[in-house]
């Protein structure tokens, strides 16, 4: 009977002993979770703070430069060099204008951009289309080799257009480039926009801008050279 009772009591201490220890590793568990949480939340402050400056430096740099909205006047000063612009996959090269002092001030422009959506460049100087954002004014489209029956049909489709139709169809004139087939014309967009489509073997390719850069986009046209397309020869 003392060897049974005296189980019972073994076991109810080891019970309680055990009981114990859990609580005391769970206490420890906690503890830990706490001080994580403790480093995690200060380390999610020392992040906040140091953005938090980063913005206010961004800001007072901007604010410094004279307007309201602190990007200042845009810069669109004349174009004092070029960029050779390689490119592999159309088997071309081009001399874009450039100037590192367009734009707000605020960093040193790229001297294109690649378009999305569109096979082609943005280039050129910029023209602001939004507060504080600009762009460049000159474009470079690359299309699949078509015949120039598909391209007066696309170009009377496009001066005919509802949103900004030409005053009167224009019909596209041959342009003198070297050996190579080109035309120009005018079709609607954001102003009447200049084109030259030039023809190539396995592309076509459309230099455009506002009718005003005439000028300067017949010059980027005439640096035209083709190179090697990537994985093959020219004939």
């Known amino acids: 009977m003392r060897t049974i009772l005296a189980t019972i009591v073994l076991a109810g201490m080891s019970a309680m002993l055990a009981a114990a220890l859990v609580y005391r590793w769970q206490q420890n568990q906690q503890t830990i979770l706490t001080l994580a949480a403790i480093q995690e939340r200060e380390e999610i402050q020392t992040t906040l703070t140091e953005t938090l400056e980063r913005l206010s430096a961004c800001h007072e740099m901007l604010s410094g ?3 309201e909205y602190g990007c200042g006047p845009l810069n669109a000063v004349k174009t004092d060099t ?3 612009y390689i490119d592999e996959k159309h088997g071309i090269i081009v001399d874009l204008p450039y100037n590192n002092n367009w734009g707000y001030g605020i960093h040193v422009p790229a001297p294109y951009q690649e378009l999305h959506g569109i096979d082609g460049i943005l ?3 910029p023209r602001e289309i939004s507060t504080c954002t600009w762009t460049h004014s000159m474009q470079i489209t690359f299309l699949p080799t078509r015949t120039e029956e598909e391209m007066r049909q696309d170009i009377e489709n ?9 005053a009167e169809l224009q019909e596209p004139t041959p342009y003198a480039l070297n050996d190579i087939q080109a035309f120009a014309y005018t079709v609607p967009g ?3 926009l200049y084109t030259i489509e030039v023809f190539l073997q396995e592309w076509n390719i459309l230099f455009s801008a506002c009718k005003e ?3 300067d986009l017949a010059t980027v046209t005439a640096s035209l050279r083709e190179t090697e397309i990537a994985g093959n020869e020219l004939p």
């Open 82 to 84: 070029v960029v050779p």
């Open 123 to 125: 280039f050129g100087p």
């Open 190 to 192: 954001y102003c009447e």
């Open 213 to 215: 850069q005439a000028e």
């Open 158 to 166: 496009r001066q005919q257009s509802d949103m900004n139709p030409l």
């Open 65 to 67: 430069s004279g307007t």
